[in-house]
């Protein structure tokens, strides 16, 4: 059973875009990727359920 949205689910998801691609503007690609790891760290942190992030990583390895 999928515990995840795997859906459309993000409200002016063009303008998430945008804010994700401005946050990376002008850095370098070390830089790039230490704000992803940020962003996902946070983001993980906010969903808490170990199971649907461990759902989350092996959907992502597909």
């Known amino acids: ?5 795997l859906d459309p689910n993000i409200k002016n998801a063009d303008g998430f875009y945008a804010r994700l691609l401005a ?13 992803n790891a940020r962003l996902i760290l946070i ?4 969903i808490g359920d170990l199971a649907t992030l461990e759902e989350a990583i092996s959907i992502a390895e597909r």
């Open 1 to 5: 059973m999928t515990r995840l949205n």
């Open 23 to 35: 946050a990376h503007e002008g850095l370098s690609k070390a830089d790039s990727d230490s704000l």
């Open 43 to 46: 983001l993980a942190n906010h």
